[in-house]
T-cell receptor, first 109, second 115 residues
Framework: GQNIDQPTEMTATEGAIVQINCTYQ??????LFWYQQHAGEAPTFLSYNVLDGLEEKGRFSSFLSRSKGYSYLLLKELQMKDSASYLC??????????WGAGTKLIIKP | IAGITQAPTSQILAAGRRMTLRCTQDMRHNAMYWYRQDLGLGLRLIHYSNTAGTTGKGEVPDGYSVSRANTDDFPLTLASAVPSQTSVYFC??????????????FGPGTRLTVL
């Protein structure tokens, strides 16, 4: 079966760095996505990785290792507004997104 | 303002009733999707449409139907609602289903409670 695993909840301090991990097992791979979802709102796109390595976009970076079925999202200089759920999703061989349950990130002052 | 709208925002429905959730996008995207989001589970695809006039089944299609009469609208119908269909429903769209770099954009969601 297809499976996306990520931690349920993480806590970090304002100004710090946090890494959210995602491991996956899917039928085929057409890229890995990270979305941010604030409570009660729609998911919004953060990043897309299809090749191994690190993609940096401002305070957010995303890493992919296809051989290990592993990705992480790195958030630097945490701000209170970064408190949200972070969703990992993999596009399978049918071009459908398979979603993880999301990681709720709590930022403390 | 370009984007996706959904209606209603929330709804409480008696079991056995018929309900249509509306979704409209003005980005001229070819592909549209319906997901449900339940606590502790990832988003699950209900139905999708690659282009106007075509639809396909996702991971959890039972109890739901869709139509795509034009590019902009993609309504989701629950023919006879059951309590297990209590969920938050998100509509999304993208330029295509076959290009992974085409980002999916999400509507604000409909919170549905079936009693």
């Amino acid at each position: 079966g297809q499976n996306i695993d990520q931690p349920t909840e993480m806590t970090a301090t304002e100004g710090a760095i946090v890494q959210i991990n995602c491991t996956y097992q899917t039928s085929g791979f057409n890229g890995l996505f990270w979305y941010q979802q604030h409570a009660g709102e729609a998911p919004t796109f953060l990043s897309y990785n299809v090749l191994d390595g690190l993609e940096e976009k401002g305070r957010f970076s995303s890493f992919l290792s296809r051989s290990k079925g592993y990705s992480y999202l790195l958030l630097k200089e945490l701000q209170m507004k970064d408190s949200a759920s972070y969703l990992c999703a993999v596009m399978d061989s049918n071009y459908q997104l398979i979603w993880g349950a999301g990681t709720k990130l709590i930022i403390k002052p | 303002i370009a984007g996706i709208t959904q209606a209603p925002t929330s709804q409480i429905l008696a079991a056995g009733r018929r309900m249509t959730l509306r979704c409209t996008q003005d980005m001229r995207h070819n592909a549209m999707y319906w997901y449900r989001q339940d606590l502790g589970l990832g988003l699950r695809l209900i139905h999708y449409s690659n282009t106007a006039g075509t639809t396909g089944k996702g991971e959890v299609p039972d109890g739901y139907s869709v139509s795509r009469a034009n590019t902009d609208d993609f309504p989701l119908t629950l023919a006879s609602a059951v309590p297990s269909q209590t969920s938050v429903y998100f509509c999304a769209s993208s330029d295509s289903t076959q290009n992974p770099t085409d980002t999916q954009y999400f509507g604000p969601g409909t919170r549905l409670t079936v009693l």
